[in-house]
């Protein structure tokens, strides 16, 4: 038996806000009081990832400009990685820069090689406020990086550079959610 249930089973599906979305494009606010509801709003997150079959999603995803992201992500050794964060600081980057492709629940359909670094620390509260650290390598590692860039408004394409990055803007444009 287990003792918590699945995450995301008491979450309800948000609508999922798109690249072009002003709250995609502006750094979220440090929540600033822990408890209940910011745990209804990770299982909102983890309700709203799974639908969308991602491996994570930040608050700002779904509309809501605060500093908290869900993640589901294998790293390169099959190490499944399940979690939230709350007012996430990236505190390390480092190791090799590897190019992989990257994708994002707010281009869906959309990939494109984009760099990260191989490994990443993370820093942040879960939503009854206890200080919590994550380490990934790998996938995972890219996964946490993309997640704090959301918090910071920052979405992946802004990390493209030349061919890649026009290569995305066009996708996105032709996509049949893609920025008017
Ligand atoms: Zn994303």
Redesign the pocket.
């Known amino acids: 038996m287990r003792k918590r249930p699945i995450p995301g089973s008491a979450g309800r599906v948000r609508a999922m806000r798109t690249l072009g979305d002003a709250v995609l494009h502006a750094p979220c606010a440090p929540v600033d009081r822990f408890g209940p509801a910011v745990a209804d709003l990770v299982e909102d997150l983890f309700a709203t990832m799974y639908a969308a079959r991602g491996v ?1 999603l ?1 608050a700002n ?1 779904v509309g809501v400009g605060r500093q908290v992201f869900v993640y589901d992500c294998p790293d390169d050794e099959d190490v499944r990685h399940v979690g939230h964060i709350v007012n996430p600081r990236l505190v390390l980057a480092d190791g090799v820069v590897v190019r992989g492709p990257e994708g ?3 281009l869906p359909g959309i990939e494109a090689g984009t760099e990260r670094f191989d490994h990443a620390v993370v820093e942040g509260f879960t939503w009854e406020g206890e200080p919590v650290p994550i380490e990934g390598d790998g996938f995972f590692a890219r996964c946490l990086q ?1 997640e704090t860039d ?1 918090v910071a408004g920052t ?2 394409v802004d990390r493209l550079t030349g061919r890649r990055r026009r290569k995305v803007l066009r996708a996105a444009r032709r996509a049949p959610w893609g920025p008017a």
């Open positions: 994570g930040a995803q994002c629940l707010s993309h959301h979405v992946y």
